[in-house]
């Protein structure tokens, strides 16, 4: 067990937090706050806790959370994949009220690679599935054995290919999916949009 009080030294509002996981999850019954502080399960991976504190917390459990109790994370559920492209692809739109498209930017042919984390102490093999919106294709579409060391990462290559039907600055998903034995991987979704083509306006 762990006692928690709020980082910056001041006692935790309300009086009773739920505790998530990293999948955001309800990892246990709702726990009381007494003088400030709360009692939780310490684990290997992160914890979250929601107060009821108040309106002006930016974050408030609701009365009927529907999202499920669960237990220990799988094993599949503790490796994480990311999708790398290089500053060149990357959209300079940052604020959320520019315009879209925001997907990231690029060419007929681009290269990237999917970064893929072991969160765990035991080597793991992976396979990895890509695939993208009609238009779009990923080469390698599957990736098979790829061996991760313990708390180690991989950067994995793929390109990808848009046809003529893809139209520019138009946000398409790029999805990558992984398997660990029979268990399923947290899929990674990016947007991407095709470049205007530069012979455009010359």
Known sequence: MGRFADPGGAALPGTEVAVYDIMGALREPRRPIAGGVVSVTATLDPIYLVSDGGAALPARPTANDERSVVGRLSEAEHIVLGQ??????DD????????PP?????????????DVYNSTNTARTIDLVGRADPGWSVSPARRRAIAVRPMGRVSVPFTITASNEVRP?????????????TGR??????LIQRKESRSRGR
Request: charged residues 25%; without cysteine; hydrophobic residues 35%.
């Open 102 to 114: 925001f997907g990231y930017q690029l060419d007929a042919t681009t290269e990237m690679w999917v």
């Open 84 to 89: 790398i492209f290089t500053a060149e692809n």
């Open 92 to 99: 300079p739109k940052k604020s959320a009220d520019d315009e």
């Open 185 to 190: 991987i947290p899929p990674t979704r990016a």
């Open 169 to 181: 600055r138009v946000d398409y998903t790029l999805t990558f999916e992984g398997a660990l034995g």
